[in-house]
């Protein structure tokens, strides 16, 4: 009788990439909190981040953050595709910065942080 090959176990797994989609989206988030915070706070940098001027800065917080997010995704992608993480570590870390991304959207917050 011949034994059929066995599917390689999940635990061994390369889940790098997994990985840095789940870490880069929730930088990406905090990244997009903490400039609608920044630009807030500035109205240097809120002039600087109205690339479209009828919404204001929300137009270029959000497309700052969304390239720091497809920056952030490519690089640990490139740094771990055929590693195996820490998907927990990861999983908590992200969980972190996407708890603080969703605080620093949320005015009272970002008041209390700009001193108002």
């Known amino acids: 009788m011949t034994q059929l090959p066995q599917p390689a176990s999940p635990a061994l797994a390369p889940n790098g990439t997994v ?13 997009l909190g903490g400039l609608a915070v920044a630009a807030d706070g500035s109205k240097r ?5 109205a690339f479209y001027h009828p919404t ?6 959000t497309s700052v953050a969304i390239a720091f997010w497809l920056l952030c995704w ?13 998907l927990g570590r990861v999983s908590a870390l992200a969980s972190l910065f996407l708890l603080l991304g969703l605080l620093l959207t949320f005015p009272p917050f970002g008041d209390l942080l700009l001193g108002r």
């Open 19 to 31: 990985a840095a989609a789940i870490l880069g989206c929730s930088l990406g988030c905090f990244a």
């Open 45 to 49: 940098l809120a002039g600087l981040l």
């Open 74 to 86: 490519a690089v640990f992608a490139a740094r771990w595709k055929k590693k195996t993480v820490a």
């Open 56 to 61: 204001g800065p929300l137009s270029g917080v």
